[in-house]
């Protein structure tokens, strides 16, 4: 049985203990601040262009580096074939617009973003974008971009060569593209000082040297070639299996079904929970309903029974979910009864504004 989306939450503060993130007013579920589009919103006024923000779990920080945040060029049906139609449509998807859907185009809104970590000393990547120059024939929306995103990353007090880790949660065109950048004809790694942590069951589930046929047909064409082969070639990469521990506060487990590889990375720190939960979900409705799966799953049975796991460990816990491509605030936490989820609040992060892939950048 499908739980019924909520209509429009209003807003709420959100508060902080102990650097314990929670909502003042659980039970509601769109993104604080949110608007109708045509009014705007108070908290886009008073960030009209932020492109990085942060906030503290525990003893690690937690920083958001936007790439691109705009339109995925994909209707929901298009995008999650298992949801009703109804569910984007009228009062019923009030709370999922302006930040998640936009509402004059019906289109699905989303984020591709780094979520940057700095732990034990050290400054470790949550993923990569798509990066520049790359050449994408069968994924046109991410072809030869030149974007300002390590301006960006700059901005957030971090030059390539600080680096330490890079965690690609799997390695589709949206998760490794600033893996590298282009030194004249060659790609080479951006980030020269860094590990590159990679699930060798997606290392090799992508790697075109083995034929492995995947539900994106050619939309992952050339990813492996220019961004992954590349630092594999580096002496760069560590290709982990099961689990991996990056620090005491940081974990790697696999989390099969979006890819073969997916994984996940948990942070415990205190009393404070949190995990990087890749494409995991796309959208908040996929919170209300988990076994409903984006069209890019390739194994659409093992990505509702991860969603489900994960989701359930989040609540149980507390945790805050940090998934790849959520605008608004960008990271969630979540509540659940014996039969559903839901959203109980949002972390108290500025709600993501538009970031053009088409601009100059470096």
């Known amino acids: 049985m499908w739980l019924r989306l909520p209509g429009r939450a209003q807003p709420w503060p959100m508060t902080r203990t102990a650097n314990r993130l929670t909502a003042a007013a659980p039970g509601t579920s769109g993104p604080p601040d949110a608007a109708p589009e045509a009014s705007g919103s108070a908290a886009a006024s008073r960030e009209p262009a932020r492109t990085v923000d942060h906030l503290q ?29 109804h569910t984007w449509q009228g009062e019923e998807a009030s709370w999922l617009r302006p930040d998640f859907l936009d509402g004059a185009t019906g289109v699905v809104r989303s984020a591709v973003q780094t979520w940057l970590l700095r732990s034990e000393g050290r400054t470790i990547l949550i993923d990569t974008g798509v990066g520049n120059h790359k050449e994408r024939p069968y994924s046109p929306v991410w072809s030869r971009r030149n974007t300002g995103y390590l301006d960006r990353l700059a901005a957030a007090g971090v030059t390539p060569q600080d680096v330490d880790v890079v965690v690609n949660t799997h390695l589709h065109v949206d998760h490794v593209g600033w893996n590298t950048r282009l030194e004249g004809r060659d790609w080479v790694p951006t980030f020269p000082n860094a590990v590159y942590l990679m699930a060798r069951d997606d290392f090799d589930f992508w790697n075109p040297a083995n034929e ?28 982990w299996e099961g689990s991996h521990r990056i620090d005491a506060h940081l974990r790697l487990d696999l989390a099969p079904g979006h890819t073969p590889g997916s994984s996940v990375v948990t942070l415990e720190s ?93």
């Open 57 to 85: 779990v525990g003893d690690v920080s937690v920083t958001r580096v936007l790439e691109y945040y705009g339109p995925a060029d994909l209707t929901p049906a298009d995008f999650f074939p298992g949801i009703p139609a």
């Open 212 to 239: 492995r046929r995947s539900v994106l047909g050619r939309g992952n064409q050339n990813v492996f070639e220019d961004s992954v082969a590349p630092v594999h070639r580096a002496g760069q990469a560590l290709l």
């Open 270 to 362: 205190g009393t404070d929970r949190a995990v990087f939960v890749g494409d995991l979900m796309h959208s908040p409705a996929q919170v209300l309903m988990p076994d409903c799966n984006s069209c890019f799953c390739e194994d659409p049975a093992a990505a509702r029974a991860t969603r489900r796991r994960l989701l359930g460990w989040a609540a149980d816990h507390r945790a805050l979910l940090f998934p790849a491509h959520f605008g608004g605030p960008g990271a969630l936490e979540v509540t659940r009864t014996a039969s559903a989820f839901a959203v109980k609040g949002w972390a108290p992060l500025s709600r993501a504004t538009h970031q053009d892939m088409t601009g100059e950048g470096r």
